[in-house]
Every structure is written in C-alpha cells, then in structure tokens.
C-alpha cells in the first residue's frame, strides 16, 4: 500500500477519534449509526459473539470486519459459512477488513473469497490476507441491530430432584 493512502487512512482515523472525543466519547470510528448496519453473531464457547457486519459502503451493503486488537492473526482471517450466506442473501458483494489500530484496510469480492479460500476445521472459511486488495481506511457505520444467525446448542442446567424444593 503506498505511503499516500496510509497517510490519508491515518488523518480520517485521526478526525474520528477527534470528532469523538470531541462529544465525549472514546476514540472510534463510529461516527453515526444507520438501521441499515447489521450485527452478526453466532453462539461460540457458550455465548453469542459478533462475528461481521453488514454495512452500508459506497452505497452498497458489504460484509464487513473491524480489527482493534487483533493478536494470532497474520496471514488470513475467517469467518462463520452462515454470515457470508446471510450477507449474500442481503446484497452484499464483497468484504472489507478494516485494521483500526494500523489504519489500513483490504477488500475481496464474496464471489473470490469463496473461490480462494477454505474450509478449516472449525467450518468457518478462511482466505488468506495476500489475496485481498488494499483500500483506503473509512468509518462505517454502526451497528445498533443484532441479527442471530445458527442454532444454538443446548446449554447444562442444574436438574432438581424430587426430593428438593425449586
């Protein structure tokens, strides 16, 4: 990625975190909400997790990652089969994957992420960094709708028995 659009990423996340803190808030990029923006979350380890987002970009829905601390990660990233079906299914065409600590972001078609990438163990699909496109850094907006997507598995219960009051 050239040093110009590092340079611009770093001032537009520069004037969100002033904007925010501004109105006394904490460093984000999200400068306004939209009913258009979608949570998505699974039920993992015991609890449900946003996964993605759709979002509206461009004047299009994409399917949307946003990293702030990401550790472990270098090389590719995944995501849940459901979430990309269920953005699929709502408009969106390609993912963006925004760093917010380093200020740069990636894209991909759906269409190629399916096509390069692949299933891990977990079943979530993988597509490895190197594949994506660099694009300018933007805020999107937040997502104040959470859309619940799979089954849940049933979680341990304390059974009471007959002898014990409830």
């Known amino acids: 990625?050239?040093?110009?659009?590092?340079?611009?990423?770093?001032?537009?996340?520069?004037?969100?975190?002033?904007?925010?803190?501004?109105?006394?808030?904490?460093?984000?990029a999200r400068l306004y909400s939209t009913p258009e923006a979608l949570a998505l979350q699974i039920h993992k380890r015991g609890r449900w997790v946003t996964v993605a987002k759709v979002v509206p970009l461009d004047g299009e829905p994409v399917l949307a990652v946003c990293w702030r601390n990401q550790q472990g990660t270098r090389t590719a990233i995944?995501?849940?089969?459901?979430?990309?079906?269920?953005?699929?299914?709502?408009?969106?065409?390609?993912?963006?994957?925004?760093?917010?600590?380093?200020?740069?972001?990636?894209?991909?078609?759906?269409?190629?992420?399916?096509?390069?990438?692949w299933i891990g163990a977990d079943g979530?699909?993988?597509?490895?960094?190197?594949?994506?496109?660099?694009?300018?850094?933007?805020?999107?907006?937040?997502?104040e709708r959470v859309v619940r997507l799979g089954e849940t598995k049933a979680e341990p219960v304390q059974l009471v028995l007959g002898l014990e009051a409830p």
């Open 78 to 117: 995944s995501l849940p089969l459901v979430a990309l079906s269920y953005a699929e299914a709502h408009g969106a065409r390609r993912f963006v994957l925004r760093d917010d600590r380093l200020g740069v972001a990636r894209t991909i078609t759906l269409a190629d992420m399916r096509r390069k990438g």
């Open 1 to 28: 990625m050239s040093d110009a659009i590092n340079r611009k990423a770093s001032r537009l996340w520069q004037q969100a975190a002033k904007q925010e803190s501004e109105h006394g808030g904490v460093r984000s």
């Open 124 to 143: 979530e699909l993988y597509v490895k960094l190197a594949e994506m496109t660099p694009c300018p850094w933007r805020p999107w907006a937040y997502a």
